[in-house]
């Protein structure tokens, strides 16, 4: 019953991924650089630290994630938009910390815990972006 959920997420997640892209490239979204840059680093985080744990049921998910988002990060480089706030760089040294405590407990689990509850808070910036620039969004 797990591998069913995971195909399904996986498959939600691509089908999300690709109306984002889709959106980019037409103009349509314009998605702010810092915070895809921060959901880059918050998914290879999450990756590094499902490969620590030998985990091999979520890879594909997290897999899947971190592809659709390094893609996302480069097209904002060209069809983004800039500028940071205090709730990204808020973001920065939750991962920042969150990398800490995974080095310094040698705890792949709390790493992980620590890069999903990272990933919850990093939507922070997309949600308010969302709210005072509804024309950049689709």
């Known amino acids: 019953m797990t591998n069913i959920?995971?195909?399904?997420?996986?498959?939600v997640s691509l089908m999300g991924f690709s109306f984002g892209?889709?959106?980019?490239?037409?103009?349509?979204?314009?998605?702010?650089?810092?915070?895809?840059?921060?959901?880059?680093?918050?998914?290879?985080?999450?990756?590094s630290t499902l490969l620590a744990s030998k985990d091999g049921n979520s890879i594909y998910?997290?897999?899947?994630?971190?592809?659709?988002?390094l893609i996302m990060f480069l097209l904002s480089l060209k069809k983004g938009i800039g500028g940071?706030?205090?709730t990204d760089m808020l973001v920065l040294c939750m991962v920042i910390g969150s990398l800490i405590v995974w080095y310094t407990t040698k705890s792949a689990l709390l790493?992980?815990?620590?890069?999903l509850l990272t990933d919850?808070?990093?939507?922070?910036?997309t949600i308010l972006k969302a709210w005072l620039m509804p024309e950049?969004?689709?």
């Open 5 to 11: 959920f995971l195909v399904l997420s996986t498959f």
């Open 21 to 47: 892209i889709f959106s980019i490239i037409k103009g349509k979204f314009r998605p702010q650089r810092m915070t895809r840059f921060l959901l880059l680093l918050i998914s290879a985080l999450f990756v």
């Open 61 to 69: 998910f997290a897999s899947i994630m971190l592809i659709g988002t």
């Open 84 to 86: 940071r706030s205090k």
């Open 111 to 115: 790493g992980l815990l620590m890069s």
């Open 120 to 125: 919850f808070l990093a939507f922070g910036p």
């Open 136 to 138: 950049t969004e689709d």
